[in-house]
């Protein structure tokens, strides 16, 4: 199976599951939850679905929970609205990749000098 294949279904199943958490998920441990990023392996047996929410560390891990208890359901319903033999089984995480990234740019802002304002020269 090529790999573009699972990056196109990669994508779809980002866009699917987002439409799900907007309109057909009720739990409100999910409201505030964002689809990342979706990694399929590449037999399609399995995808790492990211997630990221608004709040501290806590709240974010009560959405990841709120989307394990309605994996099934967000599983059954792609099942019947792709057109994929096998709908992969979802396993969702925590996004730390925006978190690392704030870090960095907090530790550049921190290492490089303040920009000097134009007319201010001694």
Do not use: W
């Not at 059954?76 to 089984?89: D, F, I």
Request: charged residues 35%; negative net charge; glycine residues 4%.
């Amino acid at each position: 199976m090529s790999y573009r294949r699972v990056d196109r279904i990669n994508e779809l199943l980002k866009q699917e599951i987002s439409l799900l958490l907007r309109g057909e998920l009720a739990d409100p441990r999910v409201a505030g939850a964002t689809i990342t990023a979706v990694k399929a392996s590449p037999e399609l047996d399995s995808a790492r679905v990211f997630v990221t929410a608004l709040g501290d560390d806590e709240e974010k891990e009560e959405a990841v929970a709120g989307l394990i208890s309605a994996a099934p359901f967000i599983r059954r319903t792609l099942s019947r609205k792709l057109t994929l033999r096998r709908v992969p089984e979802l396993r969702f995480e925590v996004d730390h990749q925006l978190e690392g990234a704030q870090r960095i740019e907090r530790l550049l802002r921190e290492v490089s000098p303040p920009p000097e304002e134009d007319g201010e020269k001694e």
